[in-house]
């Protein structure tokens, strides 16, 4: 079977490079592209402010002048996924 199944998405870089939209390459050469009007926090942001994000994990991303912190899961819209998976981690600490 082809294709990348099995294959955990990690973040390597987050640009902007269309007006309105938010681009994510990831470690294995996916590049993802997601309209900001998903996103209402990061589209509030100034394109300086979008310049400072950083990656938790290799799967989070958030940026120094934003409060929430973003999985991505949310970005492939598969985030009941991560949801359960942290719930299902968090209960067994």
């Known amino acids: 079977m082809e294709g990348f199944k099995k294959t ?4 390597k870089n987050i640009s ?6 938010m681009k ?3 470690v294995d050469g996916r590049e993802i592209i997601v309209p900001l009007t ?7 942001l100034n394109s300086y ?4 994000w950083y990656v938790l994990d290799g799967e ?3 940026f120094d002048d934003c409060n929430e912190v973003f ?8 985030e009941n ?10 209960a067994r600490v």
Do not use: A, D
Request: positive net charge; hydrophobic residues 35%.
């Open 81 to 90: 996924t991560y949801k359960y998976n942290f719930i299902r981690k968090k």
């Open 60 to 62: 989070m991303f958030s």
């Open 38 to 44: 998903q996103f209402p926090s990061i589209k509030r």
């Open 16 to 21: 902007f490079p269309f007006k309105g939209k």
């Open 8 to 11: 955990k998405p990690f973040i």
């Open 24 to 26: 994510i390459n990831l």
């Open 49 to 52: 402010q979008r310049g400072k």
């Open 71 to 78: 999985h991505i899961e949310q970005v492939l819209g598969i």
